[in-house]
């Protein structure tokens, strides 16, 4: 007797997955917007990104049973009503960190080197996304000071500063915390007002962690990667931004590879997949031009979400 293939909808644009598990399960790619109460209430587990909302609305009386998203961010899910229906979820924890943290080094570069005046950075929430930050930060020759309350709650002689120290004395202000209840306009009018020397302001954790409309009116220059209201991005803020770019800071062929393969182990261990596989993004001769990703938004903003659905290779340049 044949062994049961679990049926699994999968988003289409995950790369490098199609074929993967195919012979082990009942695939199906959808892109984001097929993923309907209907289209999925026979399968068993989803393989999603950030695109695809998973709530009540969308698993309300379907068979899913496990949930792997291919994504450090899990705000996309609902855990509450994940733990009443009985569906278990994994995110991938740290699979594009690396990717992050190479594009803030070339965004400071670029800043650096086009009037922007800065010896010490903040870096708010210093977890498996900000820890490689803070490395590309030093190795660019800033001074960081590194903000994490959970962490500097729970690790003695962490090295941790307060927020309000941050706003004090950095000339450059990056986020990199997951959007919760407490995080919700952690950049807003007030926090920019208490900021001492008008910062540099970086955003690519989640849109929402910076209050959008009081970026646009304050006089902070500003770098930005998620916006509120994705894809229907603040077009005022876009003209006003230094950089600009859809929402690809963690969009490396390595992060997107290792994503996909925590995605794909998650998948195999619910269901007790016996199944071994690895992961190569091919090669690529180009220095990634973080500027390359600024002008493809600029020249048709409404273009956000094709330009991330269909982003060229990009390999990581720097490890750390």
Known sequence: MNKYKPVIIADSFIPYLKGLLDDVADMTYLPPAGFTPDAVKNADALIIRTRCKCDKELLCGSKVRFIATATIGCDHIDDEYCKAAGI?????????????ANYIYLALEHALTHGVKAKTIGVVGVGNVGKKVVKAATAIGLRVLEND???????????????????????????????????????????????????????????????????EKAGNRIILDCWENEP????????KALIATPHIAGY????????????????????????????????????YDIMRDDKALREDPSKFEWLRNHYPLRRDKYDF
Not at 88 to 100: I, M, R, T
Not at 166 to 187: G, N, S, W
Not at 232 to 239: A, F, G, P, S, Y
Not at 262 to 271: E, L, Q, R, T, V
């Open 88 to 100: 278990e979820w994994k995110n991938a924890p740290g699979c594009n960190a690396n990717s992050v």
């Open 149 to 215: 309350p959970p962490r500097q709650a729970t690790e003695q002689g962490g090295g941790f500063c307060d927020l309000s120290e941050v706003q004090r004395e950095a000339d450059i202000i990056t986020f990199h915390v997951p959007l919760k209840d407490d995080t919700y306009h952690l950049c807003d009018e007030t926090f920019l007002a208490a900021c001492r020397k008008k910062p540099l302001i970086i955003n690519s954790a989640r849109g929402e962690v910076c209050d959008n409309s009081a970026l």
């Open 232 to 239: 229907l991005i603040n077009r005022k803020l876009l003209d």
């Open 252 to 287: 490396s062929a390595d992060g997107k590879a290792m994503g996909t393969y925590m995605a794909a182990k998650a998948i195999c261990g619910f269901f007790g997949i016996d199944k071994q596989f690895h992961i190569t993004p091919p090669e690529s001769n180009e220095d």
